[in-house]
């Protein structure tokens, strides 16, 4: 481990390339409180897992996740104030620090909370609260917050080694989810159904016009035709209280355009991969079709919430949204898509979504190739 660890400034290096507070708020404001609520949420899952003893399967996993965040505020902090993350922990400038310096010894996977573990993330609470009550001072003061973040540091090392957890594995880890979130580079990965014939893809272009009517009893109705030929089946709210959700297929195109994947739109479209059983079966069959069902209804609940994400930007979603949709599709091809595109599949739909509200019909164009989904007028 010793020759391959990762540089504490590197580390930092690479976490600031993810940052995304210095455009949001007033100097360390928002890092600094970043930082007290990882610290925060932590000592939730401590309090829980003493609470709920059959809760420990994953709690490793939870502690590295929630260090690696709080390492990353920390870093982020040091980085708005010039600091370097090394400087922190020696006082040779020159010296290339790294994560094992921190951490030589052997450590043991973590099984449960230790009293001691729970007292240190206690005093590293602290510790972080007296650096937001300061933290507008500070900023006038770099000796003194140095010091700070040097305290929040060392209890950090501190309660990595009571968890019996490696800091540097929680900071690659955070590397991988900003990078997962908040990529350098969008690169698209390979179509799913890319090296099967033809007529087993989605199709790469399409146009469905979606468009609603009014039945005899007043009550309202979505039809969808493709070339002509009705598609799907009449859709209607299916709630006490009417919220547009007929028009919820545009989230699947949405879907089948930029993630290349939707059970659903190869079952209206009769696009299955039968040629392979176990595909056609295990990923194009009727629970993954209930799967996805399950991803836009999670989606459109919130969303409603959110005026349809009327003023979300890529990379604005919550993070825990993108994971939890990816958690629904878990054991299933879905679940390899990073957070980014997933994001970028749900503000698409939800574009074209806020258009069918107001217009109350449109025509959906679907590009795979350029993962591009797009409506526009539809004529009369």
């Known amino acids: 481990m010793a020759t391959s660890s990762l540089g504490l400034n590197e580390y930092q290096t690479l976490a600031s390339r993810s940052d995304r507070t210095r455009d949001k708020g007033n100097g360390f404001d928002l890092p600094v409180l970043g930082l007290v609520g990882e610290v925060g949420s932590l000592l939730s899952e401590v309090k829980k897992r003493q609470r709920d ?77 007296e650096l937001a009550a300061a933290a507008d001072d500070s900023q006038g003061d770099k000796l003194a917050l140095q010091t700070r973040l040097n305290g929040v540091l060392k209890l950090l090392v501190q309660a990595a080694n009571e968890a019996e957890v490696f800091l540097e594995d929680a900071a690659r880890a955070n590397l991988r989810k900003t990078e997962d979130r908040w990529p350098q580079e969008r690169i698209y990965p390979e179509l799913f159904d890319g090296h099967f014939h033809a007529d087993e893809q989605l199709p790469r272009t399409l146009e469905i016009d979606i468009y609603e009517r009014t039945a005899s009893n007043g009550k309202r109705y979505v039809l969808q035709s493709c070339h002509g030929l009705f598609i799907g089946d009449r859709l209607t709210d299916n709630i006490m209280e ?93 679940q390899t898509l990073p957070l980014w595109l997933w994001e970028d599949a749900i503000l698409q739909g939800n574009s074209a979504f806020r258009y069918l509200r107001e217009k109350r019909r449109g025509r959906i164009k679907v590009d795979v190739d350029k993962r591009l989904l797009s409506i526009e007028e539809l004529p009369s």
């Open 53 to 129: 003893t059959a809760a420990i399967i994953g709690y490793e996993q939870t502690v590295l996740e929630e260090l690696g965040d709080t390492l990353w505020y920390l870093a982020i902090i040091a980085e708005h104030a010039e600091i370097k993350l090394a400087s922190l922990a020696s006082d040779d400038l020159d010296t290339v620090l790294t994560f094992f310096d921190l951490q030589p010894q052997h450590l043991l996977p973590l099984n449960t909370p230790s009293a001691q573990f729970e007292k240190t993330l206690l005093r590293l609470a602290a510790a972080t609260g």
């Open 242 to 334: 009417p919220d547009d959700y007929r028009f919820h297929d545009v989230f699947h195109y949405a879907y089948a355009a930029v993630l290349g994947w939707s059970p659903v739109t190869r079952a209206l479209l009769k696009r299955k991969r039968k040629s392979k059983v176990h595909v056609d079966e295990g990923e194009d069959g009727a629970r993954a079709v209930l799967i996805e069902e399950g991803v836009a209804t999670y989606v459109f609940g919130i969303a409603k919430d959110f005026n349809f994400f009327a003023n979300q930007q890529l990379g604005d979603l919550s993070l825990s949204l993108l994971k939890n949709v990816r958690q629904f599709v878990r054991g299933y091809e879905a």
